[in-house]
């Protein structure tokens, strides 16, 4: 845990005690300040008064006297309408921040110069943050990994001279850090995502620009129009800048690193190689990185290889656009897809049908992908994840060339038929573990969501 010594002494109201609002709350109250948090769901606040957490109604609060209200980065900060705790906040001149601002004024404190690395971006920002991590572990580096990624940035050691933090940044939580200054900004895509909450995509984009803006050095890709605009912006007044593109990746040799197939996964690569390189790390330490990353479990992750067949559980595709990125990595795809659909379902997905050898269907999407596909490609509807497991590993077992691939990819939501997509994403790792002669995961890899 980070005590946050800096809110010593200061009155603080907290609201959300999801994850990350309570582990808020630990460090506030373990750094000496005065916190009285709440939330919105009564079974919520029992439960955080019954593990010692002070609770109290902020309604009942005298504002004048509160010094920071800190929001879980969940709860509507602007769009589409202020929190009613925000708008108590706004009406007495009380600053709303959240637990990554608390972070870097801790920083700022303890030690202003220790690496930190701030990663975000609409896609592929997991995958970027563990890679940068995964990097500076081989190379002997002290790493705290966290923030959006899983662990919730104040649970992370504290910050010292040579401890590495590596964090993951929503926009949610850019826009509750005014002061966020990492060593290392990265900025890897923009396109239209929790517009909702941003209001519109101009808006959502200057939120991300933010996290460059501050930076000692800045990374950023300029493979769309949003930043490249960003890019451009930042030349003019920060010379510290670096660009990555993935028409000019090929000087990355990833040959040898089988969990970072695909153009969206070269961009990771490429901001992660660039970070570690700014950071002090040698093109030998940063290639036996890229090569020994066994990749997020979820996100094109090689569970198990059978003979010629591999086995990739893609779960976190949960629309055509994800889903495109990994059957363009492969050929001779045995592709797993279904559930709940989304608009759109797989018509866009057309150009990529060549690829797949067979398709299995399941869940409440499986009709609809069925009509979609009609004679272009071979289909079955399997239903469940088990007999599409069992029917896809039969068939690509039986593939007369190639390296044929059993892919999950749903292309659709989860909520037919699985809790979130890592159930369905360790559905079907069980699946294929329980084939016969299977045997475990290749090195490094796991069934649980890392």
């Not at 779960?315 to 045995?334: E, M, Q, R």
């Not at 077992?397 to 159930?423: C, H, M, T, W």
């Not at 559905?427 to 890899?445: D, I, S």
Request: hydrophobic fraction near 40%.
């Amino acid at each position: 845990m980070i005590p946050v010594t800096t809110a010593k002494g200061k009155r603080i109201a907290l609201f959300g005690l999801g994850g990350s609002g309570l582990s808020t709350a630990r460090a506030l109250i373990a750094g000496g300040g005065e916190v009285t948090c709440w939330d919105d769901n009564p079974g919520t606040v029992e439960k955080a008064e019954a593990d010692g957490i002070p609770v109290g109604d902020l309604h009942a609060l005298d504002w004048a006297s509160v010094d920071s209200l800190v929001l879980a980065p969940g709860v509507p900060l602007t769009h589409p309408k202020p929190h009613w705790s925000v708008d108590l906040a706004h009406a007495s001149n009380t600053e709303v921040i959240g637990d990554v601002e608390l972070f870097c004024r801790e920083r700022r404190a303890l030690a202003p110069k220790s690496p930190f690395v701030a990663i975000t971006g609409t896609n592929g920002k997991s995958t970027t943050t563990a890679l940068i991590a995964h990097i500076l572990r081989e190379a002997g580096r002290d790493v705290q990994l966290g923030g959006n990624i899983g662990t919730p940035i104040l649970e992370l050691e504290p910050p010292a001279a040579h401890r590495h933090h590596v964090v993951e940044c929503s926009s949610y939580q850019i826009d509750l850090a005014p002061s966020l200054d990492p060593s290392i900004g990265i900025l890897l895509n923009l396109s239209p995502d929790h517009l909702d909450r941003h209001g519109t995509m101009e808006r959502y984009a200057a939120i991300k620009a933010r996290l460059l803006q501050a930076s000692d050095y800045a990374v950023c890709g300029i493979d769309d129009d949003w930043c490249r605009r960003i890019a451009i912006g930042l030349e003019d007044d920060q010379a510290r800048i670096e660009t990555i593109s993935v028409t000019n990746g090929a000087s990355l040799d990833l040959s040898d690193a089988p969990s970072l197939r695909g153009d969206h996964n070269l961009q990771n690569a490429l901001a992660a190689a660039a970070a570690c390189r700014a950071l002090g790390l040698g093109e030998s330490e940063i290639k036996a990185g890229l090569d020994s990353f066994p990749g997020l479990a979820h996100r094109m992750q090689i569970v198990a290889r059978r003979g010629q067949v591999s086995f990739v559980n893609d779960s976190k595709a949960t629309n055509a656009d994800a889903a495109a990125k990994s059957l363009s990595s492969f050929n001779g795809i045995h592709w797993i897809a279904g559930g709940l659909p989304k608009e759109g379902g797989i018509e866009s997905l057309r150009p990529l049908f060549g690829r797949i050898a067979k398709a299995y269907l399941i869940g409440d999407a499986a009709p609809q992908f069925a009509a979609t596909l009609g004679e272009a490609v071979p289909y079955e509807i399997s239903g469940t994840m088990d007999v599409a497991v069992a029917h896809a590993s039969a068939d690509a077992a039986d593939a007369l060339e190639g390296e044929p691939v059993v892919l999950l990819a749903p292309a659709a939501a989860s909520f037919d038929q699985f809790r979130n997509f890592e159930k369905r994403g360790e559905a079907f790792v069980n699946a294929v573990m329980a084939l016969k002669g299977m045997g475990t995961l290749p090195t490094g890899q796991t069934g649980d969501d890392a």
